[in-house]
């Protein structure tokens, strides 16, 4: 049988853990400039990309892009590519900011309407 102490040290820890809600400062990560990286078909690859509220341009590969960017709320928003070159480019990808250090952010991304969801981490680099 499990005694008081016990019992209430477990509803202490669940609580304290159920009300822990990560630092989640958007707005500063609305603009500026940040790296990427994530892993595809075993090969890590980096996107730097520089963000100005409504602009997003990345680099990726030697190759340039630009994005609209739509904000849905402080720390969410939809990014639509403005020169799709194929059918898979043209789907609209929402971003949540999930949470926020000094220097970075960890966010969760999935294309509007699909319910496959990553996450992935960016960090400020200006």
Do not use: Q
């Amino acid at each position: 049988m499990i005694n008081k102490t016990t019992l209430g040290l477990v509803i202490l820890l669940l609580t304290a853990t159920a009300c822990y809600e990560p630092e989640r400062n958007c707005t500063d990560f609305k603009n500026g400039k940040f790296s990427f990286t994530a892993e595809i078909d075993g090969v890590e690859h980096t996107t730097i990309f520089e963000r100005n509220d409504s602009i997003e341009i990345d680099y990726f590969e030697g190759k340039v892009d630009s994005s609209s960017v739509r904000w849905i709320n402080d720390c969410e928003y939809i990014v639509k590519k403005l020169n799709p070159k194929n059918m898979a480019e043209e789907k609209s990808i929402h971003m949540k900011i999930l949470a926020t250090t000094k220097e970075s952010y960890t966010f969760e991304y999935r294309v509007v309407g699909s319910p496959n969801r990553s996450v992935g981490t960016a960090i400020k680099v200006e």
